[in-house]
């Protein structure tokens, strides 16, 4: 019995279910007892999202970093150019889509989530891709590539076009210099601990952020690049060694389990919706990113095409079909966009149902696969 | 602190008028007129949630309204939200809004709106529903400040503003109206509790006396919370007939025909009547005025 529990919890951190164990249990029991759900969830909005929620972004962060090294998807530069172009188009055809299917399903003020829309779960996606082409394909790093643009566009467009927040840029601007410029100085002296960078450069980034009305739980992603790491890119989401020396390896190992614990918590105070909130306009998400996605993939493969790149190599229509199913699944980061965006109140509860609703993409990737006959299915 | 009683009708004393007077309150006059006293100097306005369908309802519960205004000549009414379903364009404004109401805004009855979930949120730019491009505001009339509060985005900054308004407002009576209700017992949507935790300690805070809300497609009046009055009104186009699941915290609901409310302020009493599409009083009563919390 007490091997199982460390077995158990091992099995729930590989397979990342403590989110959505999380918001199973928020789902369960804001129908069950709305007002004592409510009361804890206002309690811990704050902590869990805006500081828990930074660790989890900075270990994203990290391997986006390490993936810029040698052997890296991000290696050189250029690779990303391809799905960049991807997922512009991509991200765009999945908003509108959404902000025509919310106004035909007579909920148009659901159209200022649009941003919700450019969502994907990095992790969710790249274990389904995975799963579905194994892990040597060409198309594992160009759904990672694909991912990272989304969530990029993502962040960009709710800082740029928050419906409610009013932004103080150069305040902010001013002390995330302050932030990266002692971040920079930490790295030329070469500390070696990542303490240093995530206590006062990670502090002051918060504090900029917060203070410009940008979303906090960013703030490590701007300070990450700057710790040492290791020369050649161990592979995506694969955990660092334990005997590893370099800042970003050490800062994984040990907040690696507090990640996931905070994800939890993300879940447990974000997935809440109660059913009788809901209205027609909580399939808008869904329909926009399940539709939008695969059809927004092709067409700006066939513009990236048209303007000279070249696809890598097998991945054709059929796997671009496939790619854009498995990376409509919003999960983790739909839920943030909402909640960055978004009071308390029906749109929000709309939305976050919206975000869970994404995760069927997954068996539609699946589904698409043996249709098309891709990756595990092509034999 | 308070009292909600039902008023009841006065027995005529001659058989003549007997008859006349039964005539009259089959039309649904008789009640309208005996509840409300209609006095000249007192505050009265009409409620109406979720009446923008463009539908015969609409039209129905709107030419009540009119009957209405001939006896009770209110000047103001409160949209709860929903005041357009489906398409907005300029034609819808004619068919779900201008024509329905044409009498009232020909006698110069001014709209006040809140928007719901089904509005579009340029919709606070249309002239005739008063909201000069906020999504929340206040304004007063008489003895009595009204809120209009956006539910469907509360947001930290309507909060803000919303305790400072009501913590400088010094009227005797304070009225917030909005589409999400805090309590409803109707089966489709219920009490919005999220809502709840955050606007109820402000109301309590700055001692809110009445609330109305829509959303849910009945009418209900709720016995008051923590000393507050609630109302549901969210049929004056839309119906959920059956929806309503009456509990404990109930007073008075109904849910078999469209509805709208007309109230009066009267220096320390507040009347109501929620009244049926086909003109039937299906509620009303007297709200005395709360004690304010000591600030």
């Keep these: ?379 | 602190m308070f009292s909600v009683s039902r008023v009841k009708p006065s027995k005529p004393p001659v058989v003549p008028i007997a008859l006349i007077v039964t005539a009259l309150a089959c039309a649904g006059v008789l009640a309208q007129s005996v509840a409300l006293p209609n006095r000249s100097d007192s505050v009265k306005f009409a409620v109406i949630g979720d009446n923008g369908t463009g539908d015969r309802p609409q039209y129905e519960v709107a030419r009540q309204m009119t009957s209405s205004h001939s006896k009770f000549p209110f000047d103001l009414v409160i949209m709860l939200g929903d005041n357009m379903y489906g398409g907005q364009t300029p034609n819808d404004f004619v068919n779900k809004f201008q024509q329905p109401y044409a009498a009232l805004l020909a006698a110069n009855v001014k709209f006040q709106a809140s928007l719901g979930n089904h509005d579009r949120p340029e919709n606070v730019s249309y002239e005739a529903f008063n909201m000069k491009g906020q999504r929340y505001y206040t304004y007063v009339r008489g003895n009595v400040r009204f809120f209009a509060l956006d539910s469907t985005l509360m947001d930290p900054k309507q909060l803000e503003w919303l305790d400072a308004a009501l913590k400088d407002s010094r009227e005797d009576w304070r009225v917030c109206y909005f589409h999400h209700p805090l309590y409803s017992n109707a089966s489709r949507h219920g009490s919005s509790i999220d809502l709840r935790l955050l606007l109820e300690p402000i109301f309590l805070k700055h001692g809110v006396n009445v609330v109305f809300s829509g959303h849910d497609h009945v009418y209900e009046r709720l016995k008051p919370q923590k000393g507050i009055h609630y109302f549901v009104s969210g049929a004056a186009g839309q119906l959920r007939k059956g929806n309503m699941r009456p509990n404990d915290q109930t007073a008075a609901s109904f849910d078999q025909d469209q509805s709208f409310m007309l109230v009066e302020v009267a220096g320390a009493a507040m009347y109501f009547q929620a009244i049926s599409r086909a003109g039937q009083v299906v509620d009303a009563g007297v709200i005395n005025r709360q004690l304010r919390p000591v600030s």
């Design chain 1, 1 to 379: 019995m007490r091997a199982a529990v460390p077995q158990l919890w091992h099995f729930a951190v590989e397979h990342l279910l403590l989110l959505p164990i999380g918001a199973a249990i928020a789902l369960v029991w804001v129908n069950v007892d709305p007002e004592g759900y409510y009361r804890m969830a206002y309690a811990l909005t704050f902590p869990v999202n805006n500081i828990g929620l930074a660790v989890f972004f900075a270990l994203m962060t990290k391997e986006v970093v390490e993936a810029t090294a040698p052997d890296g998807v991000l290696h050189p530069w250029r690779r990303a150019l391809l799905p960049a172009i991807v997922a512009v188009a991509a991200t765009a055809v999945s908003a509108l889509i959404f902000v025509g299917a919310v106004n035909a399903l007579d909920e148009p003020v659901l159209a200022i989530a649009w941003p919700v829309a450019f969502a994907t779960d990095l992790a969710v996606s790249y274990l389904v891709a995975r799963l579905i082409f194994g892990r040597q394909h060409p198309v594992i790093p160009f759904v990672l590539l694909l991912a990272i643009a989304s969530d990029a566009l993502g962040f960009l467009a709710i800082a740029l076009f928050h419906p409610t927040e009013e932004h103080h840029l150069m305040q902010g601007a001013a002390i995330m210099a302050a932030a990266i410029a002692i971040a920079l100085a930490l790295r030329r002296a070469r500390v070696k601990s990542y303490w240093p960078y995530v206590l006062v450069s990670g502090a002051l980034s918060w504090y900029a952020l917060w203070r410009s009305g940008l979303h906090p739980a960013l703030a490590l992603v701007p300070v990450m690049p700057f710790l040492p790491h290791a020369p050649r890119d161990p592979g995506f989401f694969v955990d660092a060694s334990p005997d590893a020396v370099d800042a970003l390896s050490r800062f994984e190992i040990s907040w690696r389990h507090p990640g996931q614990i905070a994800l939890f918590f993300f879940g447990l105070v974000n997935a809440g919706v109660p059913f009788r909130a809901l209205e027609a306009g909580t399939w808008g998400l869904p329909i926009g990113v399940l539709v939008g996605r695969p059809l927004g993939v092709l067409v700006g493969s066939s513009l990236a095409v048209a303007a000279g790149l070249h696809l890598p190599h097998r991945l054709g229509w059929r796997e671009l079909v496939v790619v854009g199913f498995i990376v409509a699944i919003g999960f983790s980061i739909a839920l943030f966009f909402s909640s960055a965006l978004l009071p308390p109140g029906q749109l929000r509860s709309e939305i976050h149902m919206g975000a869970l609703l994404t995760l069927a993409a997954a068996p539609l990737a699946f589904l698409s696969a043996r249709v098309l006959r891709c990756g595990r299915f092509s034999r």
